[in-house]
């Protein structure tokens, strides 16, 4: 039963940032392994921690596993960058918090050397979370609550920074495959809370726009709760992401199958989302289409 996780970031010890990478990354993989995940795009660089290769130096440790794919800044990247991660070992993209919508001008570059070279782009859609999640819960009654914003304190992680959901909404992917027919798009989180009808709309009718299921608790309930999967979203063009630490994978792998059942997918329609839509977006599998 192979496992594809589409949404996995390259780990960091937020509370020893000093911690080796070679022993964070080959706990990551374990953690991986141990919760069935046979493949993960590993998400590396960026605005912070190793630079593009340390990371791809040290995600070859477990190159059965790990498919490195850049999160990139389209505001300060264009499309030769672009060519020379791919030409470093890259397969895909991983995009966040741009200072212009994401279907602004400025970065069409950055997607016509991705739909070029064959890399799909992972978009964050909707607010950025993390943190104190104030829908179940609060500092005022809850200490790890309390621990957790006063560690974002401390370390600087409650600045200002200039990024805005409406920037990242599940409609400006519409856009960019409109112009970027062949490049193969996945929206992170559904859409986001509150994008979800968004997201439907755009997936329903773009061939090569995708969502990956990864999110936590809430967005896992609202999938369910909401008829979100093979309803309002096609089992074709759904995937799945942890995005989230090590010991929490095992549980968010365990809430899919949850959802599966809650949902009632056949097994076709349950290797989809594991495995199958990821592989064919990356190129590891081939679509087959129906025959007339």
């Known amino acids: ?24 990354i080959d706990e990551r993989a374990d953690a991986l392994r141990a919760a069935g995940v046979t493949r993960a795009s ?13 990371s791809l130096s040290f995600a070859r440790r477990h190159e059965d596993l790990f498919l490195p794919s850049a999160a990139v800044d389209p505001d300060d990247m264009n499309g030769r960058d672009i060519r020379r991660l791919h030409e470093q070992g890259y397969r895909g993209l991983k995009i966040i918090g741009t200072r212009r919508a994401y279907d ?61 959901a409406n920037r990242m909404r599940p409609f400006h ?18 859409g986001g809370t509150g ?13 090569n726009v995708f969502l990956d299921m990864s999110g936590g608790a809430t967005i896992e309930r609202h999938a369910v709760e909401r008829r979100l999967i093979g309803y309002e979203i096609g089992v074709e063009k759904l995937t799945w992401g942890s995005d989230c630490r090590d010991h929490e994978i095992a549980d968010h792998m365990a809430s899919l199958e949850a959802i599966f059942d809650q949902v009632g997918l056949s097994e076709d329609e349950r290797d989809r989302i594991r495995w199958r839509n990821a592989a064919e977006i990356f190129g590891e599998a081939e679509p087959v289409f129906a025959a007339e």
Not at 42 to 54: D, H
Not at 114 to 131: D, K, N, R, S, T
Not at 141 to 163: K, Y
């Open 195 to 207: 994008n979800y009808d968004e997201a439907a709309s755009v997936t329903r009718w773009r061939h």
């Open 173 to 190: 992917l519409d856009t960019i495959a409109n112009n970027f027919p062949d490049l193969k798009i996945i929206g992170a989180h559904m």
């Open 42 to 54: 590993l998400l590396c660089g960026g605005r912070f921690g190793l630079t593009y290769e340390q």
């Open 104 to 164: 602004d001008y400025k970065y069409f570059s950055v997607y016509q050397a991705a739909e070029e070279l064959g890399m799909p782009i992972l978009f964050h859609l909707g607010v950025i979370g993390g943190g104190v999640d104030y829908s179940i819960t609060h500092p005022r009654r809850d200490a790890q609550a309390a621990a957790m914003l006063r560690r974002m304190r401390e370390g600087g992680r409650m600045m200002g920074r200039d990024a805005s």
């Open 1 to 24: 039963m192979p496992i594809w996780d589409v949404h996995c970031h390259f780990p960091r010890n937020w509370d020893n940032p000093d911690a080796e990478p070679e022993q964070v």
